[in-house]
């Protein structure tokens, strides 16, 4: 079982609507878990950290569930500038070495 | 602030030949990563450097190397380059104190193609 689990997608929704993904973890010792963006051949950049209150930043609502060992990501209103693979990210306390989902794509249509 | 640089942008090597690949970190920044992203597939960890010392070193074989140099900066070598070494190769950087609770910030990568 890998240790950080996406459903790849593709998420196809249309402008405005809310979209949200889950990701799964198995290491019960990961402490720190982000969600990342990538556009198509551009590197990874850091969307949001992931905390257990929960993180919200504009559209964008992360929420880290410990007891399911899953995090997630709500995006409301979509855009479609929001078309990207979206990354989520598990890190065990005390490694400085996290852990990559293998993306789930979203294309957002007009 | 410069953000993390790699280069070259693009290289394209034939079977058998050895790739270098460099990455400059944020300034300030003590520890780079180096990860593997091939099509279709997730960011594999390669390697970690800070100070100058390789501390962890993902699942690849030994033709993967690489070295840290005393301004921090990087390289990677990939030997006896094979078909599926194809891939975009990312590099991030961190500072002493960052247990990447911040996340890390990449490098626009190197796309390295074997042909």
């Known amino acids: 079982r890998k240790e950080v689990e996406q459903d790849p997608g593709p998420f196809n929704v249309p402008e405005g609507a809310t979209v949200a993904f889950n990701c799964t973890y198995s290491?019960?010792?990961?402490?720190?878990f982000f969600w990342y963006r990538q556009d198509c051949r551009k590197e990874p950049k850091l969307l949001m950290s992931?905390?257990?209150s929960g993180n919200e930043d504009g559209r964008f609502t992360a929420q880290l569930n410990r007891a399911s060992q899953y995090i997630s990501l709500l995006i409301r209103d979509s855009k479609l500038s929001d078309s990207a693979t979206y990354l989520c990210?598990?890190?065990?306390?005390?490694?400085?070495?996290?852990?990559f989902g293998r993306g789930t794509s979203l294309i957002v249509h007009p | 602030e410069a953000g993390v640089t790699q280069s070259p942008t693009h290289l394209i090597k034939t079977r058998g030949q050895q790739a270098t690949l460099r990455c400059s970190p944020i300034?300030?920044?003590?520890?780079v990563y180096w990860y593997q992203q091939a099509l279709g597939l997730g960011l594999q960890f390669l390697l970690w450097y800070d100070e100058g010392e390789e501390r962890n070193r993902g699942n690849f074989p030994p033709r993967f190397s690489g070295r840290q140099f005393p301004n921090y900066s990087s390289e990677l070598n990939v030997n006896a380059l094979e078909l599926e070494d194809s891939a975009l190769y990312l590099c991030?950087?961190?500072?002493?104190?960052?247990?990447?609770?911040?996340?890390?910030?990449f490098g626009s990568g190197t796309r390295l193609t074997v042909v």
């Open positions: 990210v598990g890190q065990p306390g005390g490694s400085y070495i996290p852990t």
């Open positions: 991030a950087s961190s500072g002493r104190t960052v247990r990447a609770n911040y996340g890390y910030t």
């Open positions: 300034s300030g920044h003590t520890s």
């Open positions: 992931v905390y257990s």
């Open positions: 290491n019960s010792a990961s402490q720190s």
